[in-house]
């Protein structure tokens, strides 16, 4: 018998908290990851009020500095810890398939210098469509339609950028590229990036509307990713007979091996919030694992260096946070961890090499405290203890410390 009926995680995307031990071994515009702390830098230099992750304990997570303005609770409601990432990489993929308990000992490619002609070539031909080369390169998704939007609305040529993610984007304009169009180049490009030297992790498709100057990204998104090399503890629920339910982007970063619930994609943190809850009181969900991605925080906010914007997003979180709670059942347990970092204070736009925070949560905790320091994977390993089924390739379990 499960020790919690019910398991709930929600992944804050790039909610770190300090750097990781090998942070100077990562880059951000040339400068190392080693002083990037985006919990720390937002509290310090915006200030930060999340009085209810504080009551869990988030200003209890050990560091070297406090966070200055999320004061540590005397008796928080939650356990804590920080965790920290085996895996070579600090983007999306690696961090939530290590999270659900992969070790990925290779990276995934990127292109800084922007994509191979091969590749342009290939999507030109089977698209019938030229490939605007000026875009083809590391560009925020934002200032790229800015830049090139107007072109693309004149001559219907497709734009085609990456980050320092191992992905590589195609923003089109709904009215002159139409989205399943779009869907369909994607679905191609996906197809010719699956080995090296040109291993992506995501193919996405950037949907967008407007006028020049006024350009705005849809809610048409859509993420093409590959499987994950070996089965996560997602995989080893959905073969038990074990509800999985994905909530935002979970679904298409483990290109939906073993999701058996998919509630779509979010258009924005609280209508992910609101898909969470909607899952979480329905009389379907009764046994299971729930697993839920916000992304604003990150491509808002982090990769556009806004910590203004980052710190009220999270205090919208924040005071969503009862409602998530008073959806639970006296048995179910809520964790809430990120994916990186990506400190918005920071060099360059890149993600940020963190340790990430972990705040767990019952309604059945007859105590609370911290756990020890661990990885990442040891999520999916506790996750898989309380379930019966075998844990993916590394992770401990602290099942034993929720008391």
């Not at 908290?17 to 990851?33: K, Q, R, T």
């Not at 996405?204 to 990713?225: H, K, M, Q």
Request: aromatic share 8%; with cysteine.
């Amino acid at each position: 018998m499960s020790k919690f009926n019910r398991m709930h995680l929600i992944v804050l995307d790039s909610v770190g908290i300090g750097a990781a031990p090998d942070a100077n071994n990562f880059v951000n515009a040339g400068v190392p990851d080693g002083a990037s702390d985006t919990l720390g830098h937002i509290s310090k230099t915006v200030g930060l009020n999340v009085p209810n992750m504080a009551k869990l304990g988030l200003g209890n997570i050990p560091r070297e500095q406090p966070l200055k303005t999320v004061p540590a609770e005397s008796n928080p409601t939650g356990y804590t810890t920080k965790l920290e990432e085996v895996s070579l990489g600090k983007d999306t993929m690696t961090g939530h398939w290590e999270i659900m308990g992969l070790n990925i000992t290779e990276p995934f490619d990127t292109f800084w210098n922007g994509f191979p002609e091969e590749i342009l070539t290939q999507i030109e031909e089977f698209s019938g469509r030229k490939v605007i080369r000026e875009a083809n390169k590391p560009y925020s998704g934002t200032a790229v339609i800015d830049d090139f939007g107007p072109r693309q609305m004149e001559t219907g040529e497709l734009i085609i950028y990456t980050s320092a993610d191992p992905v590589l984007q195609i923003a089109a304009h709904e009215d002159i590229i139409p989205v399943e169009e779009l869907y369909r180049i994607c679905e191609f490009a996906r197809s010719i990036t699956l080995e090296r030297p040109a291993l992506l992790g995501r193919i996405i498709a950037r949907p967008y509307v407007g006028e020049p100057g006024n350009f705005t990204r849809t809610s048409n998104r859509r993420d093409l990713a590959i499987s994950p090399f070996a089965p996560t503890v997602l995989d080893k629920l959905n073969e038990a007979g074990i509800d999985t339910y994905s909530v935002g982007k979970i679904s298409d970063i483990f290109n939906g091996e073993g999701i058996n619930h998919d509630m779509g994609h979010n258009k924005s943190n609280n209508h992910g919030v609101d898909n969470l809850i909607k899952a979480m009181t329905s009389e379907d969900f009764k046994h299971g694992f729930s697993f839920t991605n916000l992304v604003d925080f990150d491509a808002l906010y982090g990769h556009r260096r806004n910590p203004q914007g980052y710190r009220d997003c999270l205090h919208e979180f924040d005071e969503r946070l009862p409602e998530i709670i008073a959806a639970m059942k006296e048995d179910d347990l809520l964790m809430i961890t990120a994916d990186h970092g990506n400190d918005p204070t920071y060099a360059g736009t890149d993600h940020t090499r963190e340790y990430i925070p972990f705040l767990a949560y019952s309604p059945s905790f007859k105590s609370s405290g911290l756990i020890p320091v661990g990885h990442f994977a040891d999520i999916s390993a506790t996750i898989a203890d309380n379930f019966g089924v075998e844990k993916a390739m590394i992770g401990e379990s602290f099942l034993d410390k929720l008391v």
